[in-house]
């Protein structure tokens, strides 16, 4: 087991005290749990009060393509190394500040994120995030699935936009808790065809008192073909 950092359990804490009706984040463990078949390697993960009652959407499924799988190997392997963390993620943001229900009722979760709303495996977005704090960047490794179509064949360009905001969104949470998108400003450089993996890569740029600028770009799996890049300026609320 391993102690997060002080800064990262404060934002945490606030983001929990933003969702009122979500009692205190009481403890934030990681735990080395055994390795799914495919990894070569342990799975360093992050987990929640009670985050094993819900299923991780972050895992690697059926679904996942080579691509996708061996973007996933390397983040987990220098997740081996410290330098990143899986971040784990659920389908509501209610599981992932899991109340502390004194009579273990379970929460009733009655909304779904956006990013994890479809049942089906592969139709819509598969991802998962990785944390660099010493770095204050986040990766998101996707898979855009067929309905996520804009133009013939073509992710839309708010589906991007939806995953930049997710990607830069957790690394303003982890950097600075409680924010709200305030801009979001993005060029499209090249469209990404339908069932493609690509990484989007975020980082902080700069914080001036309540607002935090991040940077984001996506590129395809090689890293050679620039997709999208965006700037993203939070404010903590
Ligand atoms: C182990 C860790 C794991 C963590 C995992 C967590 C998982 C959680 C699960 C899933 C998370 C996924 C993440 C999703 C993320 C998505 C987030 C969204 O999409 S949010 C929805 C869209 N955004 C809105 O609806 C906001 C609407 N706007 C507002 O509410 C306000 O305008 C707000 C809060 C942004 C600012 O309002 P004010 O009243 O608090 O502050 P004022 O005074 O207006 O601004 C403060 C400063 O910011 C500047 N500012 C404000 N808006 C600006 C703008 N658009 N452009 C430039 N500057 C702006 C102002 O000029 C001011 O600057 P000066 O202090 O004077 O220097």
Not at 132 to 150: D, H, K, S, W
Not at 151 to 157: T, V
């Amino acid at each position: 087991m391993f102690k997060f950092s002080v800064r990262l359990i404060k934002g945490l804490m606030q983001v929990t005290a933003w969702l009122q009706e979500q009692p205190v984040l009481t403890n934030l463990l990681y735990r080395i749990s055994g390795p799914a078949s495919y990894l070569p390697s342990r799975d360093l993960t992050v987990t929640w009060p009670r985050a094993e009652e819900h299923k991780d959407f972050s895992l690697p499924n059926s679904s996942w393509s080579q691509s996708m799988r061996n973007l996933y190997n390397k983040y987990m392997e220098l997740s081996q190394q410290g330098s990143w963390i899986r971040l784990p993620s659920y389908n509501a943001t209610v599981t992932h500040f899991t109340e502390q229900c004194p009579n273990s009722a379970k929460p009733q979760v009655t909304t779904r994120l956006f990013t994890r709303n479809l049942d089906v495996e592969g139709l819509g977005f598969e991802y998962v995030v990785f944390y660099n704090q010493a770095e204050q960047r986040t990766v998101c490794i996707f898979q855009a699935g067929p309905y996520l179509e804009g133009s013939h064949g073509l992710i839309h360009g708010g589906a991007i936009a939806t995953i930049i905001d997710s990607t830069a969104g957790i690394c303003a949470i982890c950097t600075a808790g409680k924010v709200m998108t305030a801009n979001l400003n993005i060029n499209y450089r090249s469209p990404i065809v339908l069932g493609s993996t690509a990484e989007v890569q975020c980082r902080v740029d700069k914080i001036e008192d309540r607002k935090i600028f991040l940077s984001a770009e996506i590129r395809n799996v090689d890293g050679q073909v620039l997709h999208t890049e965006a700037t993203i300026l939070f404010v903590q609320v």
